[in-house]
Protein backbone atom coordinates (compact mmCIF):
# COMPACT_ATOMS: atom_id res chain seq x y z
CA UNK A 1 0.00 0.00 0.00
CA UNK A 2 1.03 3.92 -0.06
CA UNK A 3 3.38 4.82 2.89
CA UNK A 4 4.69 7.77 4.40
CA UNK A 5 8.24 8.78 4.20
CA UNK A 6 10.82 10.95 5.08
CA UNK A 7 13.24 12.46 3.22
CA UNK A 8 16.29 12.29 6.17
CA UNK A 9 16.31 9.73 9.06
CA UNK A 10 18.97 12.21 11.23
CA UNK A 11 19.29 15.82 11.98
CA UNK A 12 21.37 17.36 13.48
CA UNK A 13 20.82 20.81 14.47
CA UNK A 14 22.86 23.68 17.25
CA UNK A 15 20.83 25.01 20.09
CA UNK A 16 18.52 27.93 19.19
CA UNK A 17 18.66 27.21 15.70
CA UNK A 18 15.91 26.49 13.69
CA UNK A 19 14.58 22.92 12.77
CA UNK A 20 13.03 21.12 9.52
CA UNK A 21 11.72 18.11 9.27
CA UNK A 22 10.30 16.86 6.23
CA UNK A 23 7.90 13.93 5.07
CA UNK A 24 6.66 12.81 1.84
CA UNK A 25 3.34 11.49 1.45
CA UNK A 26 2.17 9.34 -1.49
CA UNK A 27 -1.58 9.05 -1.00
CA UNK A 28 -3.66 11.88 -2.72
CA UNK A 29 -6.51 11.03 -0.85
CA UNK A 30 -4.99 11.60 2.49
CA UNK A 31 -6.96 14.56 4.54
CA UNK A 32 -5.47 14.59 7.92
CA UNK A 33 -1.59 14.66 8.92
CA UNK A 34 -0.12 14.91 12.20
CA UNK A 35 2.83 14.75 13.58
CA UNK A 36 4.28 13.14 16.96
CA UNK A 37 7.71 13.50 18.84
CA UNK A 38 8.91 10.25 20.70
CA UNK A 39 11.22 10.54 23.33
CA UNK A 40 13.70 7.29 24.29
CA UNK A 41 11.30 4.78 26.38
CA UNK A 42 8.25 7.29 25.78
CA UNK A 43 5.07 6.67 23.67
CA UNK A 44 4.64 9.10 20.84
CA UNK A 45 3.28 12.74 22.01
CA UNK A 46 0.87 14.41 19.69
CA UNK A 47 2.64 17.59 18.49
CA UNK A 48 0.55 19.56 16.14
CA UNK A 49 -2.16 17.95 13.00
CA UNK A 50 -3.50 19.83 9.68
CA UNK A 51 -5.97 18.90 7.55
CA UNK A 52 -6.09 19.16 3.55
CA UNK A 53 -7.67 22.09 3.68
CA UNK A 54 -5.15 23.88 5.29
CA UNK A 55 -1.88 24.95 4.46
CA UNK A 56 -0.42 26.06 7.66
CA UNK A 57 -0.82 25.42 11.04
CA UNK A 58 1.07 26.71 14.14
CA UNK A 59 1.54 26.26 17.58
CA UNK A 60 3.90 27.09 20.05
CA UNK A 61 7.23 26.69 18.69
CA UNK A 62 6.06 24.67 16.15
CA UNK A 63 4.49 25.05 12.65
CA UNK A 64 3.30 22.62 10.10
CA UNK A 65 3.27 23.05 6.64
CA UNK A 66 1.38 21.10 4.12
CA UNK A 67 2.04 21.42 0.07
CA UNK A 68 -0.57 19.11 -1.51
CA UNK A 69 0.74 19.83 -5.15
CA UNK A 70 3.99 17.58 -4.35
CA UNK A 71 2.38 15.54 -1.29
CA UNK A 72 4.96 16.97 1.24
CA UNK A 73 4.86 17.86 4.76
CA UNK A 74 6.98 19.41 7.09
CA UNK A 75 7.74 20.43 10.57
CA UNK A 76 9.55 23.46 11.89
CA UNK A 77 10.81 24.11 15.08
CA UNK A 78 11.86 27.53 16.07
CA UNK A 79 14.84 28.14 18.70
CA UNK A 80 15.56 24.76 18.91
CA UNK A 81 16.12 23.68 22.60
CA UNK A 82 17.80 20.03 23.87
CA UNK A 83 14.78 19.32 25.26
CA UNK A 84 13.79 18.95 21.54
CA UNK A 85 16.30 15.89 20.92
CA UNK A 86 13.51 12.93 20.04
CA UNK A 87 12.20 10.89 17.29
CA UNK A 88 9.46 12.69 14.89
CA UNK A 89 6.94 10.69 13.12
CA UNK A 90 4.42 12.26 10.96
CA UNK A 91 1.57 10.31 10.28
CA UNK A 92 -1.20 10.24 7.53
CA UNK A 93 -5.24 9.40 7.75
CA UNK A 94 -6.01 6.25 5.46
CA UNK A 95 -8.67 7.26 3.41
CA UNK A 96 -10.46 8.72 6.09
CA UNK A 97 -10.35 5.46 7.67
CA UNK A 98 -9.39 4.91 11.20
CA UNK A 99 -5.82 4.52 10.70
CA UNK A 100 -3.00 6.15 10.70
CA UNK A 101 -0.47 5.12 8.58
CA UNK A 102 3.02 6.12 10.25
CA UNK A 103 6.72 6.72 8.68
CA UNK A 104 9.44 5.65 9.97
CA UNK A 105 10.82 8.88 12.01
CA UNK A 106 13.55 11.41 12.11
CA UNK A 107 15.95 11.57 14.69
CA UNK A 108 16.57 15.05 15.52
CA UNK A 109 19.62 15.60 17.48
CA UNK A 110 19.68 19.25 19.13
CA UNK A 111 24.03 20.46 20.20
CA UNK A 112 25.01 22.72 23.00
CA UNK B 1 -3.67 13.48 34.62
CA UNK B 2 -2.75 9.75 33.71
CA UNK B 3 -4.06 9.63 29.96
CA UNK B 4 -3.46 6.56 28.93
CA UNK B 5 -2.12 3.86 31.42
CA UNK B 6 -0.28 0.30 29.97
CA UNK B 7 0.08 -2.35 31.71
CA UNK B 8 3.33 -3.81 32.51
CA UNK B 9 5.55 -1.86 31.30
CA UNK B 10 8.03 -4.76 30.63
CA UNK B 11 7.97 -9.17 30.10
CA UNK B 12 9.78 -11.73 28.69
CA UNK B 13 7.85 -15.01 27.66
CA UNK B 14 8.79 -18.19 26.50
CA UNK B 15 7.71 -19.09 22.36
CA UNK B 16 4.45 -20.35 23.16
CA UNK B 17 3.04 -18.49 26.14
CA UNK B 18 0.10 -16.57 26.05
CA UNK B 19 -0.28 -12.96 28.15
CA UNK B 20 -2.64 -9.93 27.96
CA UNK B 21 -1.68 -6.74 27.62
CA UNK B 22 -3.80 -4.29 29.53
CA UNK B 23 -4.47 -0.92 28.39
CA UNK B 24 -7.18 1.97 30.26
CA UNK B 25 -7.44 5.88 29.16
CA UNK B 26 -9.55 8.11 31.55
CA UNK B 27 -9.76 10.88 29.05
CA UNK B 28 -13.52 9.31 28.09
CA UNK B 29 -12.43 8.82 24.24
CA UNK B 30 -14.61 6.96 22.24
CA UNK B 31 -11.86 4.76 20.19
CA UNK B 32 -8.70 3.10 20.79
CA UNK B 33 -6.13 1.41 18.97
CA UNK B 34 -2.99 -0.86 19.62
CA UNK B 35 -0.15 -0.61 17.41
CA UNK B 36 3.51 -2.33 17.88
CA UNK B 37 7.01 -0.58 16.73
CA UNK B 38 9.90 -2.33 15.73
CA UNK B 39 13.67 -1.06 15.64
CA UNK B 40 13.98 1.33 12.78
CA UNK B 41 10.52 1.35 11.88
CA UNK B 42 7.26 3.53 12.41
CA UNK B 43 3.63 2.30 14.34
CA UNK B 44 2.32 -0.34 12.96
CA UNK B 45 -1.94 -0.76 13.95
CA UNK B 46 -2.73 -4.45 15.65
CA UNK B 47 -6.55 -4.34 15.98
CA UNK B 48 -8.72 -1.21 16.85
CA UNK B 49 -11.75 -0.36 18.61
CA UNK B 50 -14.03 2.18 16.97
CA UNK B 51 -16.42 2.60 20.12
CA UNK B 52 -17.13 -0.05 23.04
CA UNK B 53 -18.83 -2.60 21.63
CA UNK B 54 -16.61 -3.05 17.92
CA UNK B 55 -13.35 -4.25 17.03
CA UNK B 56 -11.77 -4.26 13.95
CA UNK B 57 -8.27 -6.24 12.66
CA UNK B 58 -5.88 -3.45 11.69
CA UNK B 59 -2.41 -3.79 9.55
CA UNK B 60 -0.92 -6.76 11.34
CA UNK B 61 -3.46 -8.85 13.08
CA UNK B 62 -2.32 -12.34 12.57
CA UNK B 63 -1.27 -13.60 16.58
CA UNK B 64 -3.49 -11.48 18.22
CA UNK B 65 -6.73 -11.00 19.67
CA UNK B 66 -8.37 -8.09 21.46
CA UNK B 67 -11.45 -7.05 23.88
CA UNK B 68 -12.96 -4.20 24.36
CA UNK B 69 -14.02 -4.57 28.09
CA UNK B 70 -15.98 -1.12 28.46
CA UNK B 71 -15.25 1.97 27.33
CA UNK B 72 -11.82 2.45 29.44
CA UNK B 73 -10.35 -0.25 28.96
CA UNK B 74 -8.79 -2.56 25.30
CA UNK B 75 -6.68 -5.57 25.83
CA UNK B 76 -4.76 -7.12 23.15
CA UNK B 77 -3.88 -11.07 24.11
CA UNK B 78 -1.24 -12.75 22.62
CA UNK B 79 -2.71 -16.64 22.39
CA UNK B 80 1.03 -18.49 21.90
CA UNK B 81 4.07 -16.24 21.54
CA UNK B 82 6.05 -16.29 19.00
CA UNK B 83 9.48 -14.68 18.56
CA UNK B 84 8.44 -12.16 15.81
CA UNK B 85 6.35 -10.77 18.26
CA UNK B 86 8.90 -9.31 19.58
CA UNK B 87 8.48 -5.57 20.10
CA UNK B 88 7.36 -2.14 21.92
CA UNK B 89 3.33 -2.28 21.94
CA UNK B 90 1.46 1.07 22.31
CA UNK B 91 -2.16 2.02 23.36
CA UNK B 92 -3.78 4.54 22.20
CA UNK B 93 -7.19 6.47 22.07
CA UNK B 94 -8.90 9.08 20.72
CA UNK B 95 -12.14 11.06 21.17
CA UNK B 96 -13.64 10.80 17.67
CA UNK B 97 -14.65 8.20 15.48
CA UNK B 98 -12.16 7.93 12.09
CA UNK B 99 -8.57 8.61 11.98
CA UNK B 100 -8.98 12.38 11.74
CA UNK B 101 -8.50 12.75 15.20
CA UNK B 102 -5.34 12.99 17.49
CA UNK B 103 -4.56 9.93 19.17
CA UNK B 104 -2.96 10.20 22.66
CA UNK B 105 -0.41 7.21 23.30
CA UNK B 106 0.43 5.39 26.63
CA UNK B 107 4.52 4.73 27.09
CA UNK B 108 4.37 1.07 26.22
CA UNK B 109 5.02 -2.25 26.91
CA UNK B 110 8.26 -3.80 25.91
CA UNK B 111 7.78 -7.50 25.22
CA UNK B 112 10.33 -10.03 24.68
CA UNK B 113 9.95 -13.64 23.21
CA UNK B 114 12.59 -15.79 23.80
Known amino acids: GESVGLHLPTLSVQEGDNSIINCAYSNSASDYFIWYKQESGKGPQFIIDIRSNMDKRQGQRVTVLLNKTVKHLSLQIAATQPGDSAVYFCAENMLGGYALNFGKGTSLLVTP | NAGVTQTPKFQVLKTGQSMTLQCAQD?????MYWYRQDPGMGLRLIYYSASEGTTDKGEVPNGYNVSRLNKREFSLRLESAAPSQTSVYFC?????????????FGDGTRLSIL
Open chain 2, 27 to 31: MNHNS
Open chain 2, 92 to 104: ASSAGGGGNQPQH
